[in-house]
């Protein structure tokens, strides 16, 4: 919202109309308000739903029970009780796709003996 707006209003005067001035003199400008008020919205539900990063974060139920699938997590992990590292879990989650050959008697094998 700094950038479109004057100097003068504390912006940066960066985004320039036809006539070479800021798009925005003012912060009053209608349509000013109106992206403001978007924006506003917009952060204020983020801030509802939690990001990743954020204390209080819960990834929706399908996330746990894809990770309890793929073996990532135990399969009596519970959810309501239990807290986990979503960072720490990613990272097991797109490690589990590493390729880690299987060596024996000194040959690698294409897959991991029965």
Known sequence: MLAPLSKEKGGYGFCKNKEGKPVFSTTDDKAYQSIFSSIMSSSGELNRMK????????????????????????????????????????????????????????????????
């Open 51 to 114: 990001r990743f990063d954020m204390p209080g974060y819960r990834p929706i139920l399908t996330y746990f029970q894809l990770m309890k699938e793929y073996g990532l997590l135990p399969e009596k992990f519970d959810l309501n009780k239990e807290t986990i590292d979503y960072y720490q879990m990613d990272e097991k989650y797109w490690r589990s796709f590493w390729y880690q050959p299987v060596i024996a008697k000194g040959k690698v094998l294409s897959k991991t003996p029965e």
